[in-house]
């Protein structure tokens, strides 16, 4: 099996295109309300995460992530960037000497990024994790009390980037973003991995993030977040890379919405103003697609995708890149939309199409 992620030949000639691949996972229900609750607030709380965790446990993720990982091993691509690669955990919440609840597991619970790995070793495929950068951790009470405590569960997010056997990285990083959102006892934290390899005597960077949702509009303190750590992202995180990046992710920011939409946000904008290309965008394509990629919903039939939040972004100091003479470079696909991408339960794979692009420029990169 060999991927397609060589760039560009010693010569500078023309050569295989590199391939990558971002998802989100869904992590399995609906964590919408939750935002709105004060968790210490147990009357509020409990029948709000029951439900959500009934959610999880019907998302039958074991069967999700087959199809996933099908689409890895059709695809092969060099860099695998995956979001909400969410574990759970079974336990009860017991009160300590500070008068505050520790949780106290008890047996594991469904965990996207296990079950992912476990099905690509299944398969024999060549991948492994590159770099993991663990987000929100959250203990949430799911029942009344019991003679063991409060029955409750955990939330550990993750953003996840895997490689290729054949790609060697010379450097990695991961980091959390300063901007979060309070949830009383907790926080709802985002964050993002970085992988880095040589190529052609240059670095090569690969990033990977999931921005904070968008809210319910502008005025939403939610939305107030998420444009922080965009703001985070393009100055703290990318800015400071030389040579070639691939930023991969679900940015929350609707490109395919105008500013009086609830969906959209500037980051989205910020980014392509900072230099980089929106592979997607610019690759051909059939006139029928339209490139969203959220959200489509396993209990509403009737509901189909119509935001473009998830992203494949390019930015090279290439000057034929930035004066824009790049067609033929790209390509790039919509993956796990169609109606043969559901398991054989009838579900999707994810509440998120996935983009699959390749990239290919000629002469040297730097």
Not at 83 to 109: S, W
Request: glycine residues 10%; aromatic residues 6%.
């Amino acid at each position: 099996m060999t991927p397609d992620f060589t760039i560009v030949s010693g010569n500078g000639e023309h050569s295989a295109p590199l391939s990558v691949y971002t998802q989100n996972l869904w992590l399995g229900g609906d964590t919408g309300p939750l935002f709105r609750l004060d968790l210490s607030n147990l009357s509020q709380v409990i029948p709000a995460t029951a439900q959500f965790w009934a959610e999880v446990q019907a998302s039958n993720i074991d069967e999700r992530v087959v199809e996933i990982v099908r689409e890895l091993e059709d695809r092969k691509p060099a860099v695998v960037a995956l979001q909400e690669a969410v574990g759970y955990e079974t336990g009860a919440l017991i009160p300590n000497a500070e008068g505050g609840l520790d949780f106290v597991a008890q047996a594991p619970g469904p965990d996207l990024l296990q079950a992912t790995v476990a099905e690509i070793e299944a398969r024999g495929l060549p991948y492994s994790v590159a770099v993991i950068q663990p987000t929100t951790t959250i203990a949430l009470p799911i029942g009344p009390p019991g003679a063991t405590g409060l029955p409750a569960i955990t939330v550990q997010d993750r953003v996840v980037m895997l490689t290729h056997d054949d790609v060697e990285p010379i450097a990695t990083d991961r980091g959390l973003y300063e901007a979060r959102i309070p949830l009383g006892p907790a926080e709802f934290v985002r964050g993002w991995v970085r992988m880095t390899i040589e190529h052609d005597g240059a670095p090569l960077h690969f990033v990977a993030t999931h921005l904070e949702t968008q809210g319910s509009g502008p005025t939403d303190p939610i939305r107030y977040i998420h444009e922080l750590q965009g703001a985070e992202l393009q100055h703290s995180v990318l800015s400071a890379l030389d040579g070639t990046t691939v930023l991969m992710g679900d940015l929350n920011s609707d490109a395919a919405a105008d500013p009086s939409s609830r969906t959209w946000t500037p980051t989205y904008g910020n980014l392509i103003d900072a230099g980089f290309l929106d592979v997607w965008a610019t690759a051909p394509k059939p006139s029928r697609e339209d490139g969203v990629t959220c959200c489509q919903e396993d209990g509403d039939p009737a509901r189909t995708p119509d935001q473009r939040i998830d992203f494949v972004l390019l930015r090279t100091a290439q000057e034929s890149v930035d004066a824009g003479h790049h067609r033929g470079w790209f390509r790039a696909d919509i993956v796990g939309t169609k109606e043969a991408d559901r398991t054989p339960s009838g579900l999707w794979p994810s509440d998120h199409a996935g983009i699959v692009a390749s990239i290919r420029l000629p002469g040297r990169m730097r």
